[in-house]
T-cell receptor, first 112, second 114 residues
């Protein structure tokens, strides 16, 4: 089942902070975050795994609430380069058999 | 190090035709997954291959098939193309099967079916 992302869109001024949320009705093994710019491939940002392990870029922070099956991506002191569409992808089984299920995305626009 | 590569970049086909898309994973990665992304939506899982075996399949018709070669590169084949198959086809590689690992996407192949 597709995870629900919120908000659908955000417009920020450069230097402002943003939080993007991802929620699933299923028990999750991992949550993956990607950023995609128009006409380009998704770029890996971070993985959060059940049990607390995280792997990702140093400048990106995120959380995973296993009890609520919710993840949040925190973008602080936003830069113009942060603009794009952010997707969360969820994995329920951990074995890869069902692939990642992606949300519809959150569109982030950073203005100077 | 080279990232995931895909070919061709763009492709235009007509309804009923067949198409083959190719993907080379990051060196050392043994798992390849295929996704379809239609405009305005997130990627949708089609297949995962690991060590040349199919590990998983999404909700796509049998017109879609794939395989992985001994060098871990992969092909996605789509038969009897429909207008609705127009999309960006993404290949993602990861070190091994299972999703506790980062998946790295290639640039994609944009398929247009007329």
């Amino acid at each position: 089942q597709q995870p629900v992302q919120s908000p659908q869109a955000v417009i920020l001024r450069e230097g402002e902070d943003a939080v993007i949320n991802c929620s699933s009705s299923k028990a999750l093994y991992s949550v993956h975050w990607y950023r995609q710019k128009h006409g380009e491939a998704p770029v890996f940002l971070m993985i959060l795994l059940k049990g607390g392990e995280q792997k990702g870029h140093e400048k990106i922070s995120a959380s995973f609430n296993e009890k609520k099956q919710q993840s949040s991506l925190y973008l602080t002191a936003s830069q113009l380069s942060y603009s794009g569409t952010y997707f969360c992808g969820t994995d329920e089984a951990g074995g890869g058999a069902d692939g990642l299920t992606f949300g519809k995305g959150t569109h982030l626009i950073i203005q100077p | 190090d080279a990232g995931v590569t895909q070919s061709p970049t763009h492709l235009i086909k007509t309804r009923g035709q067949h198409v083959t898309l190719r993907c080379s994973p990051i060196s050392g990665h043994k798992s390849v997954s295929w996704y379809q992304q239609v405009l305005g939506q997130g990627p949708q899982f089609i297949f995962q291959y690991y060590e040349k075996e199919e590990r998983g399949r999404g909700n796509f018709p049998d017109r879609f098939s794939a395989r992985q070669f001994p060098n871990y590169s992969s092909e996605l084949n789509v038969n009897a193309l429909l207008l609705g198959d127009s999309a960006l086809y993404l290949c993602a590689s990861s070190p091994h099967g299972g999703y506790g690992n980062e998946q790295f996407f290639g640039p994609g192949t944009r398929l247009t079916v007329l």
